[in-house]
Nanobody
Framework: QVQLVESGGGLVQAGGSLRLSCAAF?????RGWFRQAPGKEREFVAA????????YYADSVKGRFTISRDNAKHTVYLQMKSLKPEDADVYYC??????????????????WGQGTQVTVSS
């Protein structure tokens, strides 16, 4: 069983930056970030391989967001820059003990955190 705990959300002005963190209690291989607005489906944001050598991004965040991981701390980060009002959502960290091949699919991961709110004011 894996437990994920997100932190780092908050209120920021458009153009500003935030860094989200997701600490894992348990061994994980695949890690990803998703976001979800009320009444909408969970949307892929970014994913990273175990080594950190492979990263994947949604087109809407490429060049603005960076995913990274520190395996010694069992933590994955999402550095978000140049935030836009449309980036405002609840952000969820997801993980799995095995390699996930459909990294953009939320249902490929077995574990997710409680979510952290990101609000961007215009």
């Amino acid at each position: 069983q894996v437990q994920l705990v997100e932190s780092g959300g908050g209120l920021v002005q458009a153009g500003g930056s935030l860094r989200l963190s997701c600490a894992a209690f348990g061994r994980t291989l695949s890690r990803g970030w998703f976001r979800q607005a009320p009444g909408k489906e969970r949307e892929f944001v970014a994913a990273i391989s175990w080594s950190g050598g492979s990263t994947y991004y949604a087109d809407s965040v490429k060049g603005r967001f960076t995913i990274s991981r520190d395996n010694a701390k069992h933590t994955v980060y999402l550095q978000m820059k140049s935030l836009k009002p449309e980036d405002a959502d609840v952000y969820y960290c997801e993980a799995d003990e095995k390699a996930v091949y459909g990294v953009e699919r939320s249902d490929e991961y077995n574990y997710w955190g409680q979510g952290t709110q990101v609000t961007v004011s215009s």
